[in-house]
Nanobody
Framework: EVQLVESGGGLAQAGGSLTLSCAAS????????IGWFRQVPGKERETVAA????????YYANSVKGRFTISSDNAKNTVYLQMDSLKPEDTAVYYC???????????????????WGQGTQVTVSS
């Protein structure tokens, strides 16, 4: 059974940091990409960052480039999202999801991600 479990969300002050974790199980981690996405009620879900677990190629949304860092630990089947210099507009529910590399065309394309975690709330106060 494929499982993606996010953790590490919570409350942070503007300018602070949080690290999200996405623990994956039930599939060959190195053959998949893992993406982080976020959604605010009433708005469309957006791609935040993604990583190819085979070649470790990464993607970042312009809104987080230079502030967030995605990394993967293939030995632990876990992907991390280090979030620094947080802003109130980073407040959202953050989800991780997996995509099969042998069919994935665009690392940032949400529609190509098959399995999703339950989400973790990140709240940044000003």
């Amino acid at each position: 059974e494929v499982q993606l479990v996010e953790s590490g969300g919570g409350l942070a002050q503007a300018g602070g940091s949080l690290t999200l974790s996405c623990a994956a199980s039930g599939f060959a981690f190195g053959d998949h990409a893992i993406g982080w996405f976020r959604q605010v009620p009433g708005k469309e879900r957006e791609t935040v960052a993604a990583i190819n677990n085979n070649d470790h190629n990464t993607y970042y949304a312009n809104s987080v480039k230079g502030r967030f860092t995605i990394s993967s630990d293939n030995a632990k089947n876990t992907v991390y999202l280090q979030m620094d210099s947080l802003k109130p507009e980073d407040t959202a529910v953050y989800y991780c999801a997996s995509a099969r590399l042998w069919v994935l065309r665009l690392l940032w394309s949400q529609s190509e991600y098959d399995y999703w975690g339950q989400g973790t709330q990140v709240t940044v106060s000003s």
